[in-house]
Structure formats: C-alpha cells, structure tokens
C-alpha cells in the first residue's frame, strides 16, 4: 500500500492525487487503483498524470463507486496501486499533436513533460482546469472550451497525433487525418478486469482480429482498430 500525499479537487469532480514513492510507467501507461476492500471487486485502471522523483500523481473524474471512493481519501491514508501496465506512446522525436477531450487530457501531461515540442490541444465541455500546468511543460497549448477541439487542428502540419478521449473524438480525429502524412495514435478506454491481458474484457475489434486494450494497448496506432464496428458495440 501506498500513501496519499494529497487529493485536490481542480474542478467539479475531477481530482487530481499524488501518492507517495517512486514509481515506474511510460507514457500512456496505466495503474490499478484500488483503495477499498472486497467491494467494488475490481480495481479502476487509471492513467499516469505525472511522476518524479518521490511521488506519482493520477488525473481522475468521478464517475461512480470506485472513483467516488478514491475522491474521498484524505492525505496520509492508504491506496494501493499494481502497474505501470500497458503499451503507451511512442516517443516521437518530429511535429506531434497530443489531443486531449474531457479527462482525456490526462496523458498528457507526462507525455508533453517527455515531448515539450509537441503541440497539446485541450478540449472541454464546460470548466478547463490545469491550463496553466500544461503551459509550463509544453511549448504550444490550444484551448477549446465547449466547442471541438479538433477543429482547431491543421493535420497537415504533423507526423504524428495522439489522441485521448471520447470515442467519437478519436474516431473522429482518425477521419480527418487518414489521408495525410501523420500517423494516429489512439488510448482506447475499455472496461477492465485483469488489467494484464488474462481475462479478455477489455477486447477491442481491430482490423486483424480482437486484441486486449490492457495488454496490447491502450494505445493503438488508429488504422489498426475496425471503428465501424467498435462504434456497433
Ligand atoms: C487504460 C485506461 C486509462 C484510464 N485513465 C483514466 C484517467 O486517467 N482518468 C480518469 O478519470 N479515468 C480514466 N479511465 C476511466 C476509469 O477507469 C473509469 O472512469 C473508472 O474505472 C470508473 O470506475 P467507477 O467505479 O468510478 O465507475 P463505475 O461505477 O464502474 O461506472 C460508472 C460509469 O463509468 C463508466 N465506466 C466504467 N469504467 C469505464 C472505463 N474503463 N472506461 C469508460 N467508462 C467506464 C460506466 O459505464 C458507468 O457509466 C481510464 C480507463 C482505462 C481503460
Ligand atoms: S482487463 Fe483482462 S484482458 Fe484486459
């Protein structure tokens, strides 16, 4: 077990913790959070918000029983996290775009702190929050607030563009730029049970065959996920 450092609301129901100790994890990789007994059964796969030396921070919004129990912690108590686990980004050293939509933005955070030459688009329904910690770490933040983000983006001008969020978001962005020269990368956000590619919950219909977005992903490079008929499910 770990220990709570803090758990600070940043906006109506997103929270952001920091938990003590010195973890590992790439970018786009996730942990298991769990901070409860027998019930609910199954930990919550979280992605990494951020790390340094000491400590490791989570970007969560509150959806239900388990992140609503996570939100009630209290520095100094307990939470247990297993992980990193997953494949995340890839690092990509030429013109990225990182899209966050929503909670969405949470990867990228930790991925612009590794890439500070990308450019991070963040898009919000209603409150934004963590705009300024963003400006820090990355070079050029976009914001939109309750309008598409992704319509601010020239896909011509990239390489490569990661996106995080909704699925219509993701699909969506794969749309616009799958005639041009980037490739897409998409983190996938299935229900998960194992979290380590044991229990095929979280499969994902991908061109060749089903594949765990645990295990295989959570991200995917976009041409190799069959949308037609993940948007079907
Ligand atoms: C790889 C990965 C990384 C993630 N990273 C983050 C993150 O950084 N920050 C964050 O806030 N959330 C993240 N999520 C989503 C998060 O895991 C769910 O919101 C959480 O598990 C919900 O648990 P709950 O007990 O609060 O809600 P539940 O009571 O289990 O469900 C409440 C609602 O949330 C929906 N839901 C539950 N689990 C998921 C899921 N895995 N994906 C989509 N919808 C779900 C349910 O359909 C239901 O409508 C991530 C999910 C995955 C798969
Ligand atoms: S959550 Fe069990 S295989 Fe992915």
Not at 70 to 88: A, H, M, Q, V
Request: charged content about 20%.
């Amino acid at each position: 077990m770990s220990i709570l450092i803090s758990n600070r609301e940043v906006a109506n129901n997103v929270y952001l913790l920091t938990v003590e100790g010195n973890y590992q994890g790439a970018i786009g990789q996730f942990y298991m959070l769990r901070a409860w007994g027998n019930y609910p059964v199954l930990s919550r796969p979280i992605s990494i918000f951020n790390r340094e030396e000491g400590k490791i921070q989570f970007l969560y919004k509150v959806f239900g029983e388990g992140t609503g129990f996570i939100s009630r912690l209290k520095p100094g108590d307990e939470i247990g996290l297993e992980g990193p686990f997953g494949n995340g980004f890839p690092h990509i050293e030429r013109k990225v775009a990182m899209i966050g939509g929503g909670i969405g933005i949470a990867p990228f955070y930790y991925a612009a702190k590794q890439m500070p030459w990308a450019d991070v688009y963040l898009g919000f329904g209603q409150e934004p929050y963590l705009v300024d910690e963003y400006k820090e770490v990355a070079a050029n933040v976009v914001v939109n607030v309750g309008g598409r983000v992704l319509d601010e983006l020239d896909v011509d001008v990239y390489d490569a563009i990661f996106v995080c969020g909704p699925h219509g978001m993701m699909h969506a962005t794969y749309e616009k730029a799958k005639f041009s020269k980037a490739d897409v990368y998409v983190s996938l956000e299935k229900r998960m049970a194992c979290g380590v590619g044991a229990c095929l919950v979280c499969s994902v219909i991908c061109q060749n065959g089903n594949k765990r977005a645990c295990a295989d992903g959570p991200v995917f490079l976009a041409t190799e996920v069959n949308f037609d008929a993940e948007n079907g499910l």
